[in-house]
């Protein structure tokens, strides 16, 4: 999961695709979490994409970095707890203070609860990671 982690927040930008009414949504992200031993993100429980997730949890993570890419899919669902909140904001203060605190009611996390990655290049064999 580290490797996923570190790969993800080297990549600066990610991009989250969601299903609303069978079409696709993308959108960019970068803010990312362990928490608990689980990957994590970030978002804003007043979005499309934070009800898109409710609605159907089945969602996947793309990013680039060095050449390489990876494509995180699987379920998440919404973390709820302080702790994890806490968590996020900690690990990405630099990026997530200027548009949410912790206690504001509209920042909230969700996680995978479980996943493959699969980390891919046009030189090497793709590799494969379960969260």
């Known amino acids: 999961m580290n490797e ?6 080297d990549s600066g ?4 695709a969601t299903n609303e009414d069978g ?10 979490a362990e928490f608990e031993g689980k990957l994590y993100f970030v ?3 007043q979005k499309n994409v934070y ?4 609605n159907n949890a089945n ?6 970095s060095k ?5 995180v899919a699987g379920n998440v669902e919404e973390d709820t707890r ?12 630099a990026a997530l203070s200027s548009m949410y605190t912790v206690d504001d009611n509209l920042m909230t996390v969700f996680c995978f609860t479980s996943g493959i990655a699969t980390i891919s290049s046009f030189t090497e064999e793709p590799k494969t990671i379960s969260l």
């Not at 079409?23 to 990312?32: E, K, L, T």
């Not at 969602?59 to 680039?64: A, K, L, P, T």
């Not at 302080?82 to 203060?93: G, H, I, K, L, S």
Request: proline content about 4%.
């Open 4 to 9: 996923v982690l570190e790969f993800l927040r």
């Open 13 to 16: 930008t990610f991009y989250l």
């Open 23 to 32: 079409q696709p949504r993308v959108r960019p992200f970068g803010a990312v």
């Open 43 to 45: 978002t804003n429980n």
């Open 51 to 54: 009800h898109q997730m409710k």
């Open 59 to 64: 969602v996947e993570i793309c990013g680039m």
């Open 67 to 71: 050449g390489k890419w990876i494509r």
């Open 82 to 93: 302080r702790e994890a909140r806490v968590a996020m904001m900690d690990q990405n203060t």
